[in-house]
Nanobody
Framework: QVQIVESGGGLVQPGASLRLSCAAS????????MSWYRQAPGKQRELVAA???????NYTDSVKGRFTISRDNAKSTVYLQMNSLKPEDTAVYYC??????????????WGQGTQVTVSS
């Protein structure tokens, strides 16, 4: 049984930092691309950051220079370090595990989400 569990969200003031964690089980973690998505009220879910099995990373423009994604394969955990948080970062953050074996054979697993609220 696959489980994706996020933690680390909360309420912080603008300029503060948070670190989100996502622990995966039931998958061969080190072969999956791991990503963080977020969804703000009334908006579509968007990709925030991703890290491949080879630890290549990419970020959406609005978080470049502020957020860092990393992974610890020994712990089957992916992290999102968020610095200099802004009110517009407020959203539910979701962890995704993705594996593409072939165009017709892809696997996606999602966590339940963790709320991040940035407000003074």
């Amino acid at each position: 049984q696959v489980q994706i569990v996020e933690s680390g969200g909360g309420l912080v003031q603008p300029g503060a930092s948070l670190r989100l964690s996502c622990a995966a089980s039931g998958i061969i973690f080190n072969i999956y691309r791991m990503s963080w998505y977020r969804q703000a009220p009334g908006k579509q879910r968007e990709l925030v950051a991703a890290i491949t099995s080879g630890s290549n990373t990419n970020y959406t423009d609005s978080v470049k220079g502020r957020f860092t994604i990393s992974r610890d394969n020994a712990k089957s955990t992916v992290y999102l370090q968020m610095n200099s948080l802004k009110p517009e970062d407020t959203a539910v953050y979701y962890c995704n595990a993705h594996l593409r074996l072939a165009l017709w054979d892809q696997q996606d697993y999602w966590g339940q989400g963790t709320q991040v609220t940035v407000s003074s």
